[in-house]
């Protein structure tokens, strides 16, 4: 087993939002599973289908955005079956639909594959695309040049 560094080890009680994110979100299958999510999957075969991932990882990620509020669990039973329970998106899971926003438009960017994309973040209304922006408190939109990330407070051991 990979070591894991002392950042991420303890990251969910980090000062910095973004190694608190990582340690929910850390991994590919976690950000695939949001994504489909977002396409409407719910249960776990549904998951377990759609991204061809094995039972055990797909269990232990589902757990972790359950138990960190991504997803949530609820009952459900099809004719003649158990009850089971299938996954939806909280109001957290939702939010990161910018994130996704923004590493689509970054990944068609810096890793074109073809000419159009198969998936398409749009408004539900219009059916107009959207993209990811850096936007100030006041709602102005800021380019990448304009932004810099700095270390607020006296925190001396934030990696």
């Known amino acids: 087993m990979p070591r894991r560094s002392p950042t991420l080890v303890h990251a969910l009680n980090n000062p910095c939002g973004i ?3 990582v340690g929910v979100l850390g991994d590919s299958w976690s950000f695939l599973i949001v994504r489909e999510a977002l396409f ?26 359950v138990e ?11 004719p003649g079956q158990r009850i089971r329970e299938a996954y939806r998106l909280t109001a957290a899971g939702e939010d990161l639909k910018v994130v996704m ?3 689509q438009q970054w990944g068609e960017a810096h890793i074109p594959l073809t000419p159009g994309s198969r998936v398409r973040a ?7 695309r959207v993209h990811a922006a850096l936007l100030t408190a006041d709602e102005r939109s800021v380019s990448n040049a304009e932004v ?8 001396d051991d934030v990696p």
Do not use: C, N
């Open 40 to 65: 409407g999957a719910g249960t776990f075969a549904q998951f377990r289908d759609r991204l061809g991932i094995a039972s055990d990882v797909l269990s232990a990620r589902l757990a972790t955005l």
């Open 68 to 78: 960190h509020g991504v997803l949530e669990k609820a009952p459900y039973r099809e």
């Open 19 to 21: 190694v608190r994110s």
């Open 122 to 128: 749009v408004t539900v209304s219009e059916g107009e």
């Open 101 to 103: 926003v923004a590493m």
């Open 148 to 155: 810099a990330f700095v270390r607020s407070g006296a925190i």
